[in-house]
């Protein structure tokens, strides 16, 4: 029975660097111990178990002495491995085994998610302890096929990294890419999970980003499940999740405690925001000054008659307000926060009057602007956030110069490169397909 259990045991958990086994052999007492030690309490271990021989004569009163712990119990062959995976020590003496309850849930000091908000989903974020983010993840994950690879990075001093995965559900070219990607790596230090996002990226003057990076661990065990690989980095909150398609970073976690009609409902309208952030002053730009028949004439008027008095062309003006959106949003990354809101709203208020009042902006471009913000903090994730603020500037040019044509052409030319892209042999479009699991459960 003895060999039987570890031999279950190293058959399911053999590649995980979190499986510890130890030998003890003290006095007449034989006995080993099986336990994954990012779920175990090792000092309480060491306590129970290990110190606590040194008060015992023999065998036989050390097996009293086990028996009469209320931690521990015998074997039990149809609930061991759930017992194991959440925290129980395997305990091999004598031919015989007994599971001790050494348990130890990483739930506490633990920060709130800051970048990634959730109204129904967990409040608690990453810390920046490596193991205390494999524990969380081990109990959010409780499976057997969970593989920890533990690997170093870099020069000296090296960065310690660990990959996670489900052995059943991962694409193994995926991981043997990843890994053999990390194992290249040649930096002097690795500072962050975002920089070695960027080590890992082939491509790199991508505008999108290839892979995740989140602070949540109920989002990264969701993302376990659908057989993407995770990876933590020691010194550092955030996990990369790899590999990452469009629809990833339009989704958020309160998605799946919705109702199929409601989670619908929101994602359309971040598809809706992502829209306007790209495209909305562009077509400002080629209302005002090329196609002004795209209206109704009630409407092309009362944009013509708010930008009397503004001295220079739409694309100057266009140009001003979102340099002032970018400084305030920057201003509100950058300050302090119990300031930021405050400060933030203040200024954008005070600019944007006084500008419409000054004749530098039209009062249409002022709606345009505060659009164009609010639409921008739609998206969940602030990789694609960022990337779609960027996004918007290329359409802006292409209506300078072509208007509504421009526009057109500079859309065909986007769905293009994204249908090109690929995040780790994975198309970067995949959700228009039909093959997102996420998006198939809701």
């Known amino acids: 029975m003895t060999l039987s259990i570890k031999k279950l045991i190293n058959d399911q958990l053999s590649s995980t660097s979190d499986l510890k086994s130890e030998l003890i052999a003290i006095k007449d007492i034989e006995m080993e ?11 309480k271990i ?10 015992c004569t023999d065998k036989n009163e050390y097996k009293q002495y086990l028996n009469s712990l209320p931690d521990i119990s015998k074997l039990n062959e149809a609930d061991f491995m759930s017992k194991f995976m959440s925290g129980h020590v395997c305990v091999l003496i004598d031919g015989e085994t007994y599971l001790f309850n050494a348990s130890n849930v990483e739930n506490k000091m633990l920060g709130a998610s800051s970048s990634e908000t959730a109204i129904y989903g967990s409040l608690n974020s990453f810390s920046d302890d490596i ?33 996670i995965y489900d052995s059943e559900l991962v694409d193994q070219a995926v991981l043997k890419d990843i890994q053999l990607r990390i194992d290249a790596l040649q930096p002097s230090i690795i500072h962050s999970s975002g920089h070695l996002m960027k080590l890992l990226t082939h491509r790199k003057f991508s505008l999108f980003p290839m892979m995740m990076l ?54 359309m309208n971040r598809y809706v925001s992502i829209f306007l952030t790209i495209l909305l002053p562009a077509v400002y730009i080629s209302t005002v ?38 400084a305030l949003i920057e201003a509100s990354i950058r300050l302090p ?15 944007g009057q006084a500008a419409q009042e000054a004749n530098l902006v039209s009062s249409i471009m002022i709606i345009v602007t505060s659009t164009l913000a609010i639409a921008n903090f739609v998206v969940p994730i602030n990789a694609m956030s960022f990337a779609l603020r960027v996004l918007k500037y290329p359409f802006i040019i292409l209506a300078s110069f072509f208007g509504i044509v421009g526009i057109g052409v500079g859309l065909f030319g986007l769905i293009v490169y994204m249908t090109d892209l690929k995040s780790f042999g994975k198309p970067y479009l995949k ?9 198939g459960k809701l």
């Open 214 to 267: 989140t602070e949540r661990p109920d989002r990264t065990a969701l993302n376990l499940s659908q057989g993407k690989i995770v990876i933590l980095v020691q010194g550092n909150g955030f996990a990369l999740i790899a590999p990452a398609v469009f629809f990833d970073f339009i989704s958020s976690m309160d998605d799946i405690f919705q109702s199929f009609w409601i989670s619908i409902f929101i994602i």
């Open 431 to 439: 959700i228009f397909v039909g093959e997102n699991e996420k998006f």
């Open 289 to 326: 000054s090329f196609n002004p028949e795209l209206f109704r004439i009630q409407l092309t008027l009362s944009i013509a008659g708010s930008r009397e008095g503004v001295p220079y062309p739409s694309f100057f003006e266009v140009m001003i307000m979102m340099f002032l959106i970018e």
């Open 33 to 43: 111990l099986l336990y994954l030690d990012s779920l175990c309490d090792e000092i």
């Open 337 to 351: 926060k119990y300031i930021s809101a405050a400060a933030t709203t203040v200024g954008g208020l005070i600019l």
């Open 131 to 163: 193991k205390t983010n494999l524990n969380l993840l081990r109990h959010r994950y409780p499976s057997p096929n969970l593989i920890a690879d533990k690997r170093k990075a870099g020069q000296a001093p090296q960065t310690e990294i660990v990959v």
């Open 46 to 55: 060491k306590t129970d178990l290990i110190s606590s021989i040194l008060k």
